[in-house]
């Protein structure tokens, strides 16, 4: 009986073994052209430029849509912002967020025997019923949402009677300071992910690692801000990378090393520079893309893809593979041994023989462009297709547009005609060649179509919950 029970808890470990581990590193409002493998001169990133020489780089990899909430659900689901319930930006009078019935990454793993944690910026729901400790995460340490969003104050438009709120910092569901001293943040987030990597070692974990920064209003620490002599979005940059650095280097320090997959990428592409936070630090940069945050050019949605795993993935590939963050779930979920669920819509496709070096190429597929309900572009290959836009869509109820009806109408571009872009001989959008490619706008406007038809019927109103969040 002894030694039946010692093969049995042999046979668990060897399996547990053999299940990867796995990092995500989150930028917030990071731009294409924000590190140095990707050609900043800016922004010095050492360690993100090795894990780039150590591992794969990706020169078509995407968000799943321009701005924070949305691209956080797509990440942790594998589907399109607007299936997943969560088409628009969430703020912290709202009673909405990521629905409870969706399936996240982190509960797919912990039902693989994972150790799971979210460590950064959640914002997909301040409401408890969707917190991240309630959405498949074992621990959570980090903000609630943004980080302009502090003293954000609600009027008659939505919550009249939600109270005037600091940035909280919470452990679970403890506020361990408030407001929160930003300038310590991206330290303490490095902190307690290199103390959870510590805990787990003998186990499988996800580390999901969603940044505050660099979205505005910038800070770092002492030890960064002013460092640089580009400015604080460059400091923030830097301190990200430093992180980086820390994780690698704990991975190392405990033998980890071969058995962690980190995948590094960002949610949207950087603002544009001024406004309100100008004097907490800049935007970033798309180049060499048109566009930023808040638009579904290439530059608010194309963001650097870096993944690596010492011994699985070789070492300085580039490619050109198209990729998004949809395909993290069903990749994640292939190299743990798991199948994605099958009962809904997954828009991402596992990569894992593109990682592994079994393929250098994928299947070709559509991406679309959604901003909010709206689809307003297509890829296929080398093409991008802007549809045809001569009508608002449905008017939102996001409170970002019920407060601001001029963003809502200026993010969604109106256009009598199709513009169509040829992304590998014009990456930065300029040249529209709609008019010498009518079989290609009349090809990808029928894709575009019957995605579309399809995702209007089967999206996922956003749940808007009967609570009462005047507390925290």
């Known amino acids: 009986m002894k030694l039946a029970w010692l093969l049995c808890l042999a046979a668990l470990s060897a399996t547990a073994a053999d299940k990867p581990n796995f990092i995500v590193i989150f930028a917030d409002d990071l731009g294409y052209g924000d590190l140095g493998v990707y050609g900043s001169t800016q922004n010095r990133t050492p360690h993100l430029d090795r894990m780039a020489a150590e591992g794969m780089r990706f020169t078509d990899f995407y968000a799943a849509a321009p701005f924070c909430s949305p691209s956080r659900a797509s990440i942790l689901t594998g589907r399109y912002p607007v299936r997943a319930g969560v088409p628009y930006v969430l703020f912290p009078t709202e009673t909405t967020g990521l629905p409870p019935e969706e399936i996240t990454l982190a509960e797919l793993l912990r039902e693989e025997g994972y150790a799971t944690a979210a460590i950064g910026k959640w914002h997909l729901g301040w409401p408890k019923a969707l ?49 929160v001293n930003q300038h310590t943040l991206t330290k303490r987030y490095t902190e307690r992910a290199v103390a959870f990597i510590e805990e787990n070692r003998e186990q499988p974990f996800f580390l999901y690692f969603p940044h505050t920064f660099p979205h505005k209003p910038q800070y770092a620490s002492k030890d960064f801000e002013g460092r640089s002599p580009h400015g604080l979005y460059a400091d923030t940059v830097e301190e990200i990378d430093w992180s980086v650095g820390e994780l690698l280097s704990a991975l190392k320090r405990l033998d980890l090393d071969d058995s962690t997959l980190v995948v590094f990428t960002s949610d949207n592409g950087p603002p544009a520079s001024g406004g309100r936070w100008a004097e907490r630090g800049g935007g970033g940069s798309a180049a ?58 997954i828009d991402g496709s596992s990569i894992a023989d593109l990682l592994l070096g079994k393929t250098d190429q994928l299947e070709e597929r559509p991406f679309f462009y959604y901003f909010g309900v709206q689809l307003q572009a297509v890829r296929v290959g080398r093409w991008k297709l802007f549809l045809r836009q001569t009508q608002l869509p449905p008017y939102s109820r996001s409170l970002w547009y019920m407060q601001n009806p001029d963003l809502f109408e200026r993010h969604h571009a109106l256009r009598s005609e199709p513009q169509l872009y040829d992304l590998v001989a014009d990456i930065g959008e300029s040249n529209n ?10 090809r990808l406007s029928e894709t575009a179509r019957r995605f579309d038809e399809r995702m209007q019927r089967e999206k996922r109103p956003p749940v808007y919950l009967e609570t009462s969040i005047t507390s925290p």
């Open 131 to 179: 917190r991240a400790h309630r959405q498949g995460f074992d621990f959570f340490f980090g903000l609630p949402y943004s980080n302009d969003m502090h003293k954000w104050r609600s009027d008659s438009v939505l919550r009249a009677q939600h109270a005037f709120w600091e940035l909280p910092l919470l452990e679970d569901d403890r506020v361990v300071e408030a407001p």
């Open 288 to 345: 060499p893309l048109r566009g930023g945050k808040g638009r579904t050019y290439e530059g608010g949605m194309r963001e650097p893809g870096i993944f690596r795993w010492p011994g699985k993935i070789e070492p300085g590939v580039v490619t050109s593979a198209q990729s998004s963050i949809l395909d993290l779930l069903p990749t994640f979920a292939t190299l743990a041994g798991t199948t994605p669920p099958t009962d809904r819509v």
């Open 433 to 442: 060649v709609a008019a010498d490619n009518a079989a290609v706008v009349a």
